[in-house]
């Protein structure tokens, strides 16, 4: 239901855009996100965009990460510049997305993509 794409091997302070796009048969998405996991770590939420296109970051991306959503699309971007070492991780991306309704009620589940590898080079 999510594809994610865009990873790739980058040296330090490069930049690359990640694309997620939703696929199926959906009635409403949520909320959008972009998390990522590196080696030996927890899951970390990168940064998050609302229906609306209120955005959230994590704080070691602000300033260097812009996430968007094309709605039309049902698509998530995370453009990422000034890329670090410590960005290298795997990239998942997350939608709240409604795939079924009863009615005019419209029920949403947490969807996840395969995820995607960044790797910055020193």
């Known amino acids: 239901q999510l594809q994610a794409s865009g990873g790739g091997l980058v040296q330090t302070g490069g930049s690359l855009r990640l694309s997620c796009a939703a696929s199926g048969t959906i009635f409403g998405i949520n909320a959008m996100a972009w998390h990522r996991q590196a080696p030996g770590k927890e899951r970390e939420l990168v940064a998050s965009i609302a229906r609306g296109g209120t955005t959230n970051y994590a704080d070691s991306v602000k300033g260097r990460f812009t996430i968007s959503r094309d709605n039309a699309k049902n698509t998530v971007y995370l453009q990422m510049s000034s890329l670090k070492p410590e960005d290298t991780a795997v990239y998942y991306c997350?939608?709240?997305?409604?795939?079924?309704?009863?009615?005019?009620?419209?029920?949403?589940?947490?969807?996840w993509g395969q995820g995607t590898q960044v790797t910055v080079s020193s």
């Open positions: 997350y939608a709240n997305m409604a795939t079924a309704h009863k009615g005019w009620t419209r029920y949403y589940y947490d969807y």
